[in-house]
Structures are given as C-alpha cells and as structure tokens.
C-alpha cells in the first residue's frame, strides 16, 4: 500500500495494490500492521456503509469528545468527492480543510484522525464505506453547514441534495466564536 501524507498533520490517503487478471481484482482494504508502521495505529470497533445517489452531500459531520471518532473512509463503488476539516483548536491547521476523491476504480481511501468534521458528494451514485476508532453515539454528534462562506468548499455539484438535518447546521464562526 502506498501512504500518502497531506499537507494537514494526522490526515493520510491510502492507495492499496491491486491485483487484477480476467476474472477480475483483489487487494487489502486494511491490515492493521501495516497500517500502524504507516502512523495509524487505532483499533476500529465499529463499520459503517451507506448508498447515496448521484448529487447527495451528507456532511459536516463529528462527534465531540469523549466519543470522538477517527476514521477510514472509501467507496465500495461509485465516486464521491470527500472533505475532512481541521477542527482541533490548537492545531496549526485549524479551520483549513481537504479535498479528496475517493473512487471505486482507484480503491483509494483517507484516515481521518479525531478532532476533523467530515463530508461527501456523490458525483455518481456511491457506496461508501468507512471503520470507526469509536462507537457512535447520538448526544456527542455535531456539524457544520455545508456551504459555509468561510470554508467556500468547492463540493464538484451544483445544487446538491442535502439533508434537512444537515441545512440546519452551525456555521464554522457560529460553532467555535472564531471571528
């Protein structure tokens, strides 16, 4: 597998080797060892898997300590644009995010570290998968608004299909009286 870090400190995309003939393909999605001499160490303790159509945003989703997750996110097909956002306050990244896309024909992957709010957009319709560092739980769940003006996400689609949850939520300023 090829580890390739980015340019905010935790935040790593995963390229595994595939091995293809005739009949098709194979690769690792995970192996711990090999993961953790790549400087992702973590035990996943929960999977997660949704299907969204082409033009679905879901996101900017976290959830607050002490049941923060990190996690490792892919699709099993299809094409999304995927953004992570540094929301650790004492990081030197704060508030910066990055943009990936994760596609079912690279099988390429991103680690999300904990303290990162996280988003996709289905350019076409997608299964995404991702491992958890933490269970979920409802109470420590938090977002920001997708289309906030001072991260001006460029998401790849126009007029997206979003969530009335997630057009209900804070902006970056709002959440963290950044000003």
């Not at 560092?133 to 460029?154: F, H, R, V």
Request: one cysteine or more.
């Amino acid at each position: 597998m090829e580890f390739r870090k980015t340019s905010i400190e935790g935040l790593i995309e995963v390229y595994p080797r595939i091995f293809g003939d005739s009949r098709g393909h194979f690769f690792e999605s995970y192996r711990h060892d090999i993961f953790a001499q790549n400087g992702i160490p973590f035990q996943f303790v929960q999977d997660n898997q949704s299907f969204s159509t082409a033009g679905v945003l879901r996101g900017l989703h976290f959830q607050n300590p002490p049941f923060a997750q990190g996690k490792l996110v892919r699709v099993i097909s299809g094409k999304v644009i995927d953004i992570a956002v540094d929301i650790r306050p004492n990081s030197p990244t704060f508030g910066k995010y990055e943009k990936f896309v994760l596609d079912a024909t690279l099988q390429n992957m991103v680690y999300i570290p904990e303290g990162f709010a996280h988003g996709f957009a289905a350019l076409e319709d997608s299964i995404f998968a991702y491992k958890c560092t933490n269970n979920y739980n409802k109470a420590s769940e938090g977002g920001i608004i997708w289309n906030d003006p001072d991260l001006n996400i460029d998401w790849g689609i126009e007029n997206p299909n979003v969530s009335e949850k997630d057009l209900e939520l804070p902006t970056f300023k709002d959440l963290f009286n950044k000003s």
